[in-house]
């Protein structure tokens, strides 16, 4: 069962959503992080530093937290089957690759700025989200 925790997910909303304002701002850069991780992967794009940094903030920043708050911190139950993850994981990136962009880039940056083509996207990210849920709880019965 999924737990419902309003408080937690606000706190990581709101710092999710000042992580990009702060990088628009400095920077000039959309935060969307498949992004950010394709310019620190071969053939390399310009400002790895700030890539690297930003990727190890979104690292550092929950592993402070569990060394700080302890375990309950971050606490996850999965039922599924760890290579099931991967597998999950993989057809996100392929996702990722198909929809130009992922969530952060496409629905934090993107509908910030009212992009016509990141409302599609995000629209058609939850709606796959939805479906695939709803197949996967009550349709095949699964985890």
């Known amino acids: ?10 706190a990581g909303g709101a710092l999710i959503g ?6 628009m701002a400095f920077h000039g850069r959309i935060a969307g992080l498949s992004g950010i991780l ?5 053939p390399w ?7 690297a940094g ?11 937290i569990v060394a700080y708050a302890g375990d ?6 999965s039922t599924v089957p760890a290579p099931w993850l991967v597998v999950g994981g993989l057809i996100v990136g392929i996702g990722v690759q198909l929809g130009s962009g992922c969530s952060s880039g496409h629905g934090v940056c993107g509908l ?14 939850m709606a796959t989200t939805a479906a695939t849920v ?5 349709v095949l019965g699964g985890f």
Request: glycine fraction near 8%; proline fraction near 5%; charge should be positive.
């Open 38 to 42: 394709a310019g620190l992967l071969p």
């Open 112 to 125: 910030a700025r009212l992009s016509r083509r990141s409302i599609a996207a995000t629209l058609i990210f």
């Open 45 to 51: 794009a310009g400002g790895w530093g700030w890539r």
């Open 134 to 138: 709803f197949v996967i709880r009550h």
């Open 1 to 10: 069962m999924t737990q419902f925790t309003p408080l937690a997910s606000l």
């Open 72 to 77: 309950a911190a971050v606490s996850f139950d």
């Open 18 to 23: 000042l992580a990009a304002v702060l990088l």
């Open 54 to 64: 930003f990727l190890a903030g979104a690292i550092a920043a929950p592993a402070l």
